[in-house]
């Protein structure tokens, strides 16, 4: 038998045992006077002993060994089940040093990483992992190879369990492919094409549209439904969108290719489509708001919403059929009208967005004349203007009477029964006093606004917002309003000359974003006594400024066909950045144009401002956390020049541009 320590510890019990058996029969033999006697009955007492110790001592071999058994086969067993469940087990000491593993880990990794530290032992089985302490509070993720594992450490017990959790991953990313995704599509402007076109036509239209979806439905987990004219419902799955998106929904802002009729070769698709969310309710509400979204911005786009990130747009490559229809401004005209009859209201807030340029002036200050006429107090609540507006504002003397006010008189006096007007802006934080609407009741605010929205607007009713793309400027929009009441109330000529003031210079003087309603609005301001000369005079630079702007452009760079960017450390203000983009435009075959200069008014600000022909320029602006209009857009950024100008080149690069003739976009 082999002798180990087990053994020991069996062996010294029993010779203490026999010693002292030992001693006592000396003991017995010299008491007993027959020492024959006492011999044999010692002998027999020894022979006794030898006989209960072998006894014993074979039962406790046999136990030792059932033990030893056990032992090796409960090991093994365990073993055996983490090896078969994916699962490794490390042992370290108090320097956090690796003295035992088992098999699996071996097996699995290829080492034993005795001997070595935890955090080496990470960073041999996954080098992309960041060095940082060691998560004794929760589980790392490593991979290894083409294998995933959740490592765990338990302080106290000083152990490390590996376990192996590809199969579960794979499990759970293919669970998330198949998740479903609720989507909207509808047919931009189909009521107007309803009224223009002829049975056939429409009949075209939704031929094309439906034979787009049944190739989606070819080509991925996707099936719709039409359940109203030009309205379709999309059901599909989380793997589907994710190819949708990551082709740009290609085939949807194509549709434009496969029509050859000339009278409805404008037409475009917006949609809607959301994920995430466990509840189908949530989903479809989400996916209607997002429909509502990329229709507010424009149309032809498709807004993704989801639960763990930002909504996000695609699309928007080109502007969508004008609707020339007068139904929803003669309708929030009557709205604005029934306001400014309630006895309750007894103040109206007026404002602009923040560096006030021409558009938000204008049509502020006929939105003043018009309320005044209804007899409320109003003001004008702007502290900020651009170079431009301040030079009118001094030349008609509007900064000494009282109809323009800082943002804390507002604050002081705005109340319940207080209504706010924004105009050439959806959003309060971009005006010079971000509580604009803290006081305010919903139905008590109304929006006028030709810019596409970042976000979507709920601090107002829907019936009070107005906020049309296709509008050249929040000037021409205030023009209809007031067109509508024309028969209760006579504009000035101040008014009008402020109102075509704003026009000339969001369609740079008629030579973009122009519509007949555009034409028909400066047509009827010219009625008013308007002039146009006054308007290209209000829009002229001096020869220092021309020759800042010379100074701003004069690094001008293509990025791409058709898209330059220039950029300066210069100071400048917001208007020498504006007409600086402006001019790059001047050229033929410049589809695009950036500046970007420091603003005057901040030590550390740089602004861009940029310019389209018939090229999505907002959507540029938004990827550097700007925005604005289709052709028309800016941001600012509190970056280094640098870097700021990466980011705009980076987002320019990456931006698809569908017209489909390049060479006649001048």
């Keep these: 038998m082999k002798f180990n320590k087990k053994s020991l510890i069996w062996a010294i019990p029993i010779a203490l045992v026999l010693f002292f058996s030992i001693i006592l029969i000396i003991i017995f033999v010299r008491e007993l006077n027959n020492r024959v006697v006492a011999m044999v009955i010692s002998l027999a007492i020894l022979a006794m002993l030898a006989i209960a110790i072998i006894l014993i001592y074979n039962a406790l071999v046999k136990l030792a060994k059932n033990k030893s058994l056990v032992d090796s086969s409960f090991n093994k067993v365990l073993y055996d089940v983490l090896d078969q469940n994916n699962i490794g087990l490390c042992i370290y000491n108090t320097n956090h040093e690796i003295i035992w593993s088992t098999n699996y880990i071996k097996n699995t990794f290829g080492h034993d990483f005795i001997g070595q530290k935890i955090h080496n032992m990470i960073k041999a089985l996954d080098p992309n992992l960041e060095k940082g302490n060691l998560p004794f509070d929760k589980y790392l993720n490593l991979r290894f190879k083409d294998s995933f594992f959740q490592l765990q450490i338990f302080p106290s017990e000083h152990m490390l369990i590996f376990r192996n959790v590809t199969s579960e991953n794979l499990y759970k990313a293919q669970a998330q492919e198949q998740m479903p995704v609720l989507g909207e599509i509808e047919i931009d402007n189909y009521p107007l094409y309803q009224s223009i076109l002829s049975e056939e036509q429409l009949f075209k239209i939704n031929s094309i549209l439906m034979n787009t979806l049944n190739e989606y439905s070819q080509r991925y987990n996707f099936i719709y439904r039409q359940y109203t004219n030009g309205k379709f419902l999309i059901f599909t799955n989380e793997d589907s969108i994710h190819k949708l998106i990551q082709e740009n929904f290609r085939l949807f802002f194509d549709i434009k290719s496969a029509i050859s009729d000339t009278l409805i070769k404008k037409l475009t698709i917006s949609g809607g489509f959301s994920y995430g969310w466990v509840s189908l309710k949530q989903k479809i509400e989400k996916a209607k708001k997002g429909l509502t979204q990329a229709q507010a911005r424009g149309g032809d786009q498709i807004a993704?919403?989801?639960?763990?990130?930002?909504?996000?747009?695609?699309?928007?490559?080109?502007?969508?059929?004008?609707?020339?229809?007068?139904?929803?401004?003669?309708?929030?005209?009557?709205?604005?009208?029934?306001?400014?009859?309630?006895?309750?209201?007894?103040?109206?807030?007026?404002?602009?967005?923040?560096?006030?340029?021409?558009?938000?002036?204008?049509?502020?200050?006929?939105?003043?004349?018009?309320?005044?006429?209804?007899?409320?107090?109003?003001?004008?609540?702007?502290?900020?203007?651009?170079?431009?507006?301040?030079?009118?504002?001094?030349?008609?003397?509007?900064?000494?009477?009282?109809?323009?006010?800082?943002?804390?008189?507002?604050?002081?006096?705005?109340?319940?029964?207080?209504?706010?007007?924004?105009?050439?802006?959806?959003?309060?934080?971009?005006?010079?006093?971000?509580?604009?609407?803290?006081?305010?009741?919903?139905?008590?605010?109304?929006?006028?606004?030709?810019?596409?929205?970042?976000?979507?607007?709920?601090?107002?009713?829907?019936?009070?917002?107005?906020?049309?793309?296709?509008?050249s400027s929040a000037c021409e929009i205030v023009t209809e309003i007031i067109m509508f009441l024309e028969n209760k109330f006579t504009l000035s000529k101040l008014a009008s000359q402020m109102l075509l003031n704003g026009i000339f210079l969001d369609t740079s003087q008629f030579s973009k974003s122009v519509t007949p309603r555009t034409f028909n609005a400066a047509s009827w301001l010219q009625g008013l006594n308007a002039s146009s000369s006054k308007s290209v005079e209000a829009l002229k630079i001096d020869s220092k400024t021309k020759d800042k702007i010379q100074l701003l452009i004069a690094n001008i760079t293509e990025i791409k066909k058709g898209y330059y960017l220039a950029y300066s450390d210069l100071e400048a203000t917001n208007d020498e950045i504006s007409i600086a983009a402006n001019e790059i435009l001047r050229i033929k075959g410049r589809i695009a144009s950036f500046v970007v200069a420091k603003l005057a008014t901040s030590k550390n600000t740089y602004k861009l401002s940029a310019r389209g022909i018939n090229t999505n320029v907002q959507i540029i602006c938004e990827a550097v956390g700007g925005g604005g209009h289709f052709n028309t857009a800016a941001a600012t950024s509190d970056e280094e020049l640098n870097d700021f100008v990466d980011n705009i080149k980076h987002a320019i690069a990456t931006t698809r541009r569908l017209i489909k003739y390049e060479s006649n976009t001048n």
């Design 304 to 471: 993704i919403h989801t639960n763990y990130a930002p909504v996000f747009f695609l699309g928007s490559n080109t502007e969508v059929l004008k609707d020339n229809s007068k139904t929803r401004i003669r309708y929030l005209t009557e709205q604005l009208e029934e306001k400014l009859l309630d006895p309750e209201i007894n103040n109206v807030f007026i404002y602009g967005h923040s560096f006030a340029d021409l558009d938000a002036i204008g049509s502020a200050y006929a939105l003043y004349e018009l309320i005044k006429h209804y007899q409320k107090e109003v003001y004008i609540i702007a502290n900020t203007f651009d170079a431009t507006t301040t030079q009118i504002i001094n030349e008609y003397k509007l900064n000494k009477s009282k109809i323009i006010f800082d943002p804390s008189f507002a604050i002081k006096h705005t109340n319940l029964n207080s209504l706010v007007i924004l105009t050439d802006v959806a959003d309060p934080l971009r005006t010079d006093n971000p509580k604009a609407i803290d006081q305010v009741k919903r139905d008590n605010i109304f929006i006028f606004d030709h810019h596409r929205l970042l976000k979507q607007i709920d601090f107002a009713l829907k019936t009070n917002c107005y906020i049309e793309t296709t509008s």
